[in-house]
């Protein structure tokens, strides 16, 4: 079993930024691989970023790539997003997720473990 919990979250003007937090326990960290999703009202949860067990191969959506930040301190048993130029269509729950493989993958449903989530509201 893995638990997850998210933190960072908050209400954010258009073009500032955020850093999301995920706090891991229950089985070895380094071992798995972890992502970031995100789901807005009225819409299916979405894929944001992925990244490796070493942390050395990461994997984002083309709506974030080049804004969005993934990370991960196996040592802290924490992952991250670092969230710049934000804008109003990022605003949606974000959670983060784990799955016990060493393929980095996209889909959600390849992911066993989720957290709560933590809301992310973008103001215009």
């Known amino acids: 079993q893995v638990q997850l919990v998210e933190s960072g979250g908050g209400l954010v003007q258009a073009g500032g930024s955020l850093r999301l937090s995920c706090a891991a326990s229950?089985?070895?960290?380094?071992?798995?691989?972890m992502g970031w999703f995100r789901q807005a009202p009225g819409k299916e949860r979405e894929f944001v970023a992925a990244?490796?067990?070493?942390?050395?191969?990461?994997t984002y959506a083309a709506s974030v790539k080049g804004r969005f930040t993934i990370s991960r301190d196996n040592a802290k048993n924490t992952m991250y997003l670092q969230m710049n130029s934000l804008k109003p269509e990022d605003t949606a729950v974000y959670y983060c997720?784990?799955?016990?493989?060493?393929?980095?993958?996209?889909?959600?449903?390849?992911?066993?473990?989720w957290g709560q989530g933590t809301q992310v509201t973008v103001s215009s």
């Open positions: 997720a784990a799955r016990g493989s060493t393929t980095v993958v996209g889909s959600p449903s390849e992911y066993g473990w």
């Open positions: 229950g089985r070895t960290f380094s071992t798995l691989v």
């Open positions: 990244i490796s067990w070493s942390g050395t191969k990461t």
